[in-house]
């Protein structure tokens, strides 16, 4: 069974800073998608940003990037030049390559940015 | 990307009563999936529903607590029966976007069972 792990229940840093938020992944799959979902006080999931299990390079999105390590399974968030629209839940979530099949998140990381 | 309206946005229901919640999806979907989050938790998925055939529930989730309907390729309906305070939680659906882009949600339900 597939599990995702996010060993940061809350973090919290000034504006303007950079941020990192930990995920790490067990799966027996050898290509899968890997996935940062934003969930802010509205509650709406929104998709930050996908990385393909097969593809070596890091994904990157505007301020959003990720450090992939597939050996490590391990899949970190790094916002740089953080805002306070930043300020959410942030899901790390996993789902395997074949066919629309479910998303398996992890237990999320509580982000705020302070002013 | 396919947008999805979902309602009600809330809703606070007695305990022992039923509330259906519906998903409208812009463009025809295969899969829709259902979720759960309890207050302070992250996502479970509760069940998948596919056009024409049962919908396939998880462990822990079954089909007389949360019904689903899936009569077309754009529509799907989740029912909380029975409700009690445990069940107080945001329901959320989503579909697949294909090729590994993500999938979309809806605004989700807040549930509150009083």
């Known amino acids: 069974a597939q599990t995702v792990t996010q060993s940061q229940p809350e973090m919290s840093v000034q504006e303007a800073e950079t941020v990192t938020l930990s995920c790490t992944y067990d799966?027996?799959?050898?290509?899968?998608?890997l996935f940062w979902y934003k969930q802010p006080p509205s509650r709406q999931m929104i998709l930050v940003i996908r990385?393909?299990?097969?593809?070596?390079q890091n994904a990157t999105e505007n301020r959003f990037s990720v450090n992939f390590q597939k050996a490590a399974k391990s899949f970190s968030l790094k916002i740089s030049d953080s805002q306070l629209g930043d300020t959410a839940m942030y899901f790390c979530a996993f789902t395997p390559f074949q066919g629309a099949q479910k998303l398996v998140f992890g237990q999320g990381t509580r982000l705020t940015i302070n002013p | 990307s396919a947008v999805i309206s979902q309602k009600p946005s809330r809703d606070i229901c007695q305990r022992g009563t039923s509330l259906t919640i519906q998903c409208q999806v812009d463009s025809q979907v295969t899969m829709m999936f259902w979720y759960r989050q309890q207050p302070g938790q992250s996502l479970t998925l509760i069940a998948t529903?596919?056009?024409?055939?049962?919908?396939?529930?998880e462990s822990g989730f079954v089909i007389d607590k949360f019904p689903i309907s899936r009569p077309n390729l754009t529509f799907s309906t989740l029912t909380v029966s029975n409700m009690s305070p445990e069940d107080s939680s945001i329901y959320l659906c989503?579909?697949?976007?294909?090729?590994?882009?993500?999938?979309?949600f809806g605004s989700g339900t807040r549930l509150t069972v009083v």
């Open positions: 529903a596919n056009q024409g055939s049962e919908a396939t529930y």
């Open positions: 799966t027996s799959e050898n290509n899968y998608y």
């Open positions: 989503s579909v697949d976007r294909g090729q590994g882009y993500g999938y979309t």
């Open positions: 990385q393909e299990a097969y593809k070596q």
